[in-house]
C-alpha cells in the first residue's frame, strides 16, 4: 500500500476508535483490571477493536497494548509493524479531564514513520509522516472531515512567547524529573513548566506550544511510538537520556528507557 493509503487507514481508524471511546466515557463506565493492576476500561476494548477493523487491511502486523502478547521470537522478523495505543491516558480518562488519545505509529526497522493521534473529546488530530511534514486538525467531528493528510495546519505553529516552556506528565511525575526541571531553570531562568496527560505531552513539543519533554520515569514502545513519529516529522528529537541516541522500537523488552523530546 501507498504511503497515502497507510495514512488514510490509521487516520479513519483512530477517528473511529475515538467515537468508541466516548460511546463509554460519557456513560457510566466500568473499571476492570489487567495483570499489573492498572485500570482498563470497555473503552480500551471498543478502540482496539475498531482500529483493527481498519489497520487489517494493510496485511501489516499489530502490536497493540490491548491485544495479544506476541513473543520477540516472532516479532524479531517484523521490519514493518502497526504499534498502537486504543486509549493513552487511562487515568487521565478515569478522572474524565479529557486529557487521552488513540496512538497509531507505523514503525520501520525499528523506528516510527508514521504517527497519528486523535484526542476525543477535543476533537484534534495529529498526523505526521517523516520526510513529508506533520499537521494538526481541529474540530473533526468524522473521517469525512480529513481529505487530504497534508491540508492540515503544518507542525511546528509559530509562537508568540518568550518564555521556556517544559511539559511534564501529569499522574507520573518522577523525582528525577523534577531534579531536571531544577537544573532547567537554572540554566533558562524563568521556565514555565506545564503538565499534560497522556501523548499530549508530545504533541505539543511537536506544535510548538513547550519547548522541550523530559520522561525519566517508565513508558511502553506503544505510548511514544506515534508522538514520536509527529515529532520527528515536524524536525524534533526523541532521544534516550542520556545517552542522547533516538529511541528505538521492538525490542525484546517494550519498556522504554528514559527519554527526551527536544529541538
Same mark, same amino acid.
Given at each position: 500500500?501507498?504511503? !497515502? ?13 475515538? !467515537? ?40 501489516? =502486523? ?14 524479531? !522478523? ?41 484526542? =476525543? ?6 498526523v505526521g509522516v517523516v520526510g ?21 495546519? %503544518?507542525? %511546528? ?44 505531552k508530545l504533541c505539543m513539543v ?44 521492538? !525490542? ?12
Open positions: 500500500m501507498t504511503t !497515502k493509503s497507510l495514512v488514510k487507514l490509521a487516520v479513519n481508524a483512530s477517528i473511529r476508535a475515538g !467515537k468508541r471511546i466516548l460511546e463509554v466515557y460519557d456513560s457510566e463506565f466500568a473499571i476492570e483490571h489487567k495483570d499489573d493492576k492498572s485500570p482498563l476500561t470497555e473503552a480500551d476494548k471498543r478502540s482496539h477493536e475498531a482500529i483493527s477493523s481498519y489497520i487489517d487491511e494493510s496485511h501489516i =502486523p499489530i502490536l497493540s497494548e490491548e491485544g495479544r502478547q506476541i513473543e520477540f521470537e516472532e516479532r524479531s !522478523k517484523w521490519n514493518k509493524f502497526w504499534l498502537v495505543d486504543p486509549l493513552d491516558g487511562t487515568k487521565e480518562f478515569i478522572k474524565r479531564n479529557g486529557e487521552f488519545t488513540v496512538n497509531i505509529a507505523l514503525i520501520e526497522n525499528d523506528y516510527p514513520v508514521l504517527g497519528v493521534i486523535y484526542v =476525543p473529546v477535543q476533537n484534534t488530530l495529529y513529508e511534514g506533520a499537521w494538526k486538525f481541529e474540530n473533526i467531528e468524522s473521517t469525512d472531515d480529513v481529505k487530504d493528510y497534508m491540508s492540515g495546519t %503544518p507542525l %511546528p505553529i509559530a509562537q508568540n512567547r518568550s518564555e521556556y516552556i517544559m511539559v511534564g506528565s501529569r499522574s507520573h511525575m518522577s523525582a528525577e524529573t523534577e531534579e531536571y526541571m531544577a537544573k532547567l531553570k537554572e540554566e533558562k531562568g524563568h521556565v514555565e513548566i506545564l503538565s499534560r496527560g497522556s501523548s499530549l511537536a506544535e510548538g506550544s513547550a519547548d522541550e519533554y523530559p520522561r525519566f520515569a517508565p513508558t511502553m514502545e506503544w505510548d511514544t511510538g506515534a508522538g514520536h513519529a509527529i515529532c520527528k516529522a515536524a524536525g524534533l528529537k526523541v532521544d534516550q537520556y542520556p545517552e542522547m541516541t533516538e529511541l528505538k522500537y521492538n !525490542k525484546e523488552d517494550l519498556l522504554n528507557p528514559w527519554f527526551l523530546v527536544h529541538k
